[in-house]
Nanobody, 112 residues
Framework: QVQPVESGGGLVQPGGSLRLSCTNF????????ISWYRQAPGKQRELVAS???????NYVDSVKGRFTIYRDNAWNTVYLQMNSLKPEDTAVYYC??????WGQGTQVTVSS
């Protein structure tokens, strides 16, 4: 069964970096967009970044210049490289496939 699986979360100090991975989101023939969302306590889930099958990427303004979404050549894994992390980036990060399938999420905590 296809369900995205996230990994790579953890605790990091402000200014640090993490790389999240998303796998098991479907075959290259069925994918048209993969997205990373996040949800902080007490807040709505928000779109962080997305990458289309054609390679077009989009980012929420708050992460532009700090986060990068990219994939491996075989479309087996989609990554979210997060640099210069801030406490306000603390959230559960979710991978979404084709605006349909959700993973279980991975916790990212930015704290000193």
């Amino acid at each position: 069964q296809v369900q995205p699986v996230e990994s790579g979360g953890g605790l990091v100090q402000p200014g640090g970096s993490l790389r999240l991975s998303c796998t098991n989101f479907g075959s290259i023939f069925s994918i048209y967009i993969i997205s990373w969302y996040r949800q902080a306590p007490g807040k709505q889930r928000e779109l962080v970044a997305s990458i289309s099958k054609g390679g077009t990427t989009n980012y929420v303004d708050s992460v532009k210049g700090r986060f990068t979404i990219y994939r491996d050549n075989a479309w087996n894994t989609v990554y979210l490289q997060m640099n210069s992390l801030k406490p306000e980036d603390t959230a559960v990060y979710y991978c979404n496939s084709n605006d349909d399938l959700w993973g279980q999420g991975t916790q990212v905590t930015v704290s000193s």
